[in-house]
């Protein structure tokens, strides 16, 4: 079975950091680009990062460069986004996923085929 299992979500205050991390089975993570995407309240999903398969290359949101970081976690099948710096407008519910063709570019939502099922981050004093 197929399966992304993103954790690692909390609370936190502004200024604060969170490790997100998202573990997957039933396929090879390091074969596959995997994105992590966020959803606010009343907003539609959006991309926050993702990383390539070929070379490991980072791709990020303006919103959140020099703030985030993905990387191939050093567990096996494990995607992580290190979020430093946090800001109120960084709450919402975190997703990874799977993008199993490059070419539809990083953001759009429809290149995934597997997601999680997500993790809430709420950042707030």
């Known amino acids: 079975q197929l399966q992304l299992v993103e954790s690692g979500g909390g609370l936190v205050q502004p200024g604060g950091s969170l490790r997100l991390s998202c573990k997957a089975s039933?396929?090879?993570?390091?074969?596959?680009?995997i994105g992590w995407f966020r959803q606010a309240p009343g907003k539609e999903r959006e991309g926050v990062s993702c990383i390539s398969s070929v070379d490991a290359r980072a791709y990020y949101a303006d919103s959140v460069k020099g703030r985030f970081i993905i990387s191939r976690g050093n567990a096996k099948n494990t995607v992580v986004l290190q979020m430093n710096s946090l800001k109120p407008e960084d709450t919402g519910i975190y997703y990874c996923a799977r993008n199993p063709d490059p070419y539809l570019g990083w953001t759009a939502v429809s290149a995934y085929d597997v997601w999680g099922q997500g993790t809430q981050v709420t950042v707030s004093s």
């Open positions: 039933g396929f090879p993570a390091d074969y596959y680009d």
